[in-house]
């Protein structure tokens, strides 16, 4: 679980520009039905980056009327990386079909979130990819995203859960709503799905069990309504087997914008997080400066960083040792 003064620590941390890590971008193609089409994304190589390490690899999805070089913008993760070591990926929709706002991820398109299908499919390859390129250690592998990012990345956790370790969802959706949920149409009314709807589509997607994850939501959001990351919150603790009452739950009411952070056990480890802002609009709380960025909120993404080390920390202490299990079966 993660302590109060960790988490202090992280939301009132400052974001910093990155300095001397290597950008590099990619394109990965439609051939061989492995994508469903021509995917662009770029990739950040930590400062110091040496193929003799192993790093984490850490996924993010912009939302819409984003594109991949906005959500770098604004995130801080680069700076994270050089800190801390890890590969971050930035991912861009790059094209797509149907009627959507600009570069909206399909997270509410069955043929866009199931696995082997689509959009969800392609994220995993281009994971795959980087994995392939680059030194990536596979049981450090983390998704998050804003909005319609963070929806996808919710569908990614439940249609590989088997492949990621954990993930983070600022204003997302739970797996299997549709695109009736979030308000992006003034005259038409908010329709959402029971929370027994939500948890029955995301048990029969779910091939492992269900990563650990985070959802970030605000009250005063009103394009996603913090309803809908109760349900998410709610979903996830319903398929994780976890119970309904949090345990831990940190408050903190000045200096505004204030917030609530509840964690959820599973087994003994950290499975579900919980943190909901009173005050702050749709956007990428405590980002750096620029569209859709918040810079006034907590630094979530320190606070997205702490939760993935955390569950990726459980991971590995719920895991029977390798060598342990080899003598054993010797035995």
């Known amino acids: 679980m993660i302590r109060q003064n960790d988490l202090e620590v992280a939301l009132d941390r400052h974001h910093v520009k990155a300095k001397g890590g290597q950008i590099v971008d990619h394109e990965i193609l439609k051939q061989d039905g492995?994508?469903?089409r021509q995917r662009q994304y770029r990739v950040y190589l930590p400062k110091g980056y040496s193929e003799n390490q192993q790093y984490p690899l850490i996924l993010v999805l912009h939302g819409c009327k984003q594109d991949h070089l906005c959500i770098q913008d604004?995130?801080?993760?680069?700076a994270i990386a050089d800190r801390e070591g890890a590969i971050v990926v930035y991912p861009f929709v790059t094209t797509y079909s149907g009627m959507r706002n600009s570069n909206c991820w399909g997270w509410w398109l069955t043929r866009q979130r199931q696995r082997g299908r689509g959009e969800v499919s392609d994220l995993h390859r281009i994971a795959e990819e980087v994995s392939e390129l680059y030194s990536v250690n596979e049981k450090r592998r983390h998704i998050c995203g804003l909005s319609s990012g963070a929806a996808m990345s919710v569908v990614s956790l439940a249609s590989y859960s088997d492949f990621w370790t954990s993930g983070a969802s600022i204003a997302g959706v739970?797996?299997?709503e549709s695109s009736r949920s979030v308000k992006f149409i003034r005259q038409l009314p908010v329709v959402r799905k029971t929370?027994?709807?939500l948890v029955r589509l995301l048990k029969r997607e779910l091939v492992a069990p269900a990563p650990p994850l985070l959802v970030i939501q605000s009250k005063a959001d009103k394009t996603v309504g913090p309803k809908l990351g109760a349900n998410l919150r709610d979903s996830w603790l319903a398929a994780s087997g976890c119970e309904d009452e949090p345990d831990s739950l940190f408050s903190e009411s000045t200096p505004e914008p204030s917030w609530r952070f509840e964690q959820y056990s599973s087994e003994g480890s950290l499975q579900v997080a919980h943190f909901l802002l009173d005050d702050s609009p749709?956007?990428?709380?405590?980002?750096?400066?620029?569209?859709?960025?918040?810079?006034e909120a907590p630094n979530v993404s320190e606070l997205i960083w702490?939760?993935?080390k955390q569950s990726a920390a459980s991971r590995l202490e719920s895991s029977?040792?390798?060598?342990?299990?080899?003598?054993?079966?010797?035995?």
């Not at 604004?74 to 680069?78: K, N, T, V, W, Y």
């Not at 029977?320 to 035995?331: H, L, V």
């Open 282 to 295: 749709h956007g990428w709380p405590g980002g750096l400066p620029g569209e859709f960025s918040v810079p």
């Open 74 to 78: 604004i995130s801080g993760f680069d």
């Open 34 to 36: 492995h994508v469903s």
């Open 320 to 331: 029977p040792d390798e060598s342990s299990n080899k003598q054993s079966r010797a035995a």
């Open 195 to 197: 929370v027994s709807t």
């Open 174 to 176: 739970p797996y299997g």
């Open 306 to 308: 702490v939760f993935f």
